[in-house]
């Protein structure tokens, strides 16, 4: 693979992790239109901080990544979508983190 081969990959992957937040971002916001709510909500009632949740959430992206590298079984939504998934969980922590939370 190139350089400009890579960062074409990059630049695809990033628009479709922006469209999945695009999409589901405010289902998991909730009233308050807060992107970080259910991390929020969910560390209340579990007694937890919102970047442990956000950490468990990737995990299981990471979790089927690391089977697909061993095994090569890939789950429903493929390993492009455990890609996906688990870098948007980084942002994620990183914007629980920018907030304090």
Do not use: W
Not at 74 to 79: A, H, L, M, R, S
């Amino acid at each position: 693979m190139t350089l400009k081969e890579r960062i074409e990959m990059i630049e695809e992957s990033t628009a479709r992790r922006i469209k999945i937040m695009e999409d589901k971002g405010p289902v998991y916001a909730g009233k308050g239109g807060d992107v970080n709510g259910n991390f929020k909500r969910l560390a209340e009632h579990l007694g937890t901080t919102s970047q442990a949740i956000c950490v468990v959430y990737m995990m299981k992206h990471i979790d089927a990544i690391v089977t697909y590298i061993q095994t090569g079984r890939q789950t429903g939504e493929g390993v492009e979508g455990s890609l996906d998934d688990a870098r948007n969980y980084l942002d994620i922590l990183e914007s629980l983190i920018m907030e304090g939370g």
